[in-house]
T-cell receptor, first 116, second 113 residues
């Protein structure tokens, strides 16, 4: 079974631009969560989608948004990029959200975003 | 407000000995706890989890202990191997059915041959 796939692997943008990151979950997983990892703040939850609906949202400004498609693939978008948005963005899929409990997140390798 | 804390940024142990990684939490609503391991340039990989109704869970060389009254959990690795050298993250959630996890800052484990 293929793992969680994130594209692109690396991205360089300048302040003020916007960026879209893509995530393909493990086949059969309907839940996709996004995390931001920075050296100072660690791993922070951005949002979770299940069956195309946002189930949970973290404490990030409205510049951060996401969506999920009917095939469970997900995208996240960051508009008006700031220097502080430089981070590793991780996507994770799971069986959470259905009847499964005590499940776990399977993470992709992430997209390293650098904002100049 | 950091709800999950790993107070030791790093830990070094000899191969074959026990590694003990600690984690404290403040939110009494947390119901489910997990440990993840992360190598550089890779996403975290799941190690072991524990529900709040248990105080211990074992999986091979890995054991997680949960002390709810102290709001403390620990991961024991016995015996430690050089391949265990990585960053270990403790995570918690208010439900065992959500992808919203609160992570600690991580502990870098170095296992020396």
């Amino acid at each position: 079974k293929a793992g969680v796939t994130q594209t692109p692997r690396y991205l360089i943008k300048t302040r003020g631009q916007q960026v879209t990151l893509s995530c393909s979950p493990i086949s059969g997983h309907r839940s996709v969560s996004w995390y931001q990892q920075t050296p100072g703040q660690g791993l922070q939850f951005l949002f979770e989608y299940f069956s195309e609906t946002q189930r949970n949202k973290g404490n990030f400004p409205g510049r951060f948004s996401g969506r999920q498609f009917s095939n469970s693939r997900s995208e996240m978008n960051v508009s008006t990029l700031e220097l502080g948005d430089s981070a590793l963005y991780l996507c994770a899929s799971s069986l959470f959200g259905g009847e499964a409990t005590n499940e776990k997140l399977f993470f992709g390798s992430g997209t390293q975003l650098s904002v100049l | 407000d950091q709800q999950v804390k790993q107070n030791s940024p790093s830990l070094s142990v000899q191969e074959g000995r026990i590694s003990i990684l600690n984690c404290d939490y403040t939110n009494s609503m947390f119901d489910y706890f997990l440990w993840y391991k992360k190598y550089p340039a890779e996403g975290p990989t799941f190690l072991i989890s524990i529900s709040s109704i248990k105080d211990k869970n074992e999986d091979g060389r890995f054991t997680v202990f949960l002390n709810k009254s102290a709001k403390h959990l620990s991961l024991h690795i016995v015996p430690s191997q050089p391949g265990d050298s990585a960053v270990y993250f403790c995570a918690a959630s208010e439900s065992s059915n959500t992808g919203k996890l609160i992570f600690g800052q991580g502990t870098t484990l170095q296992v020396k041959p």
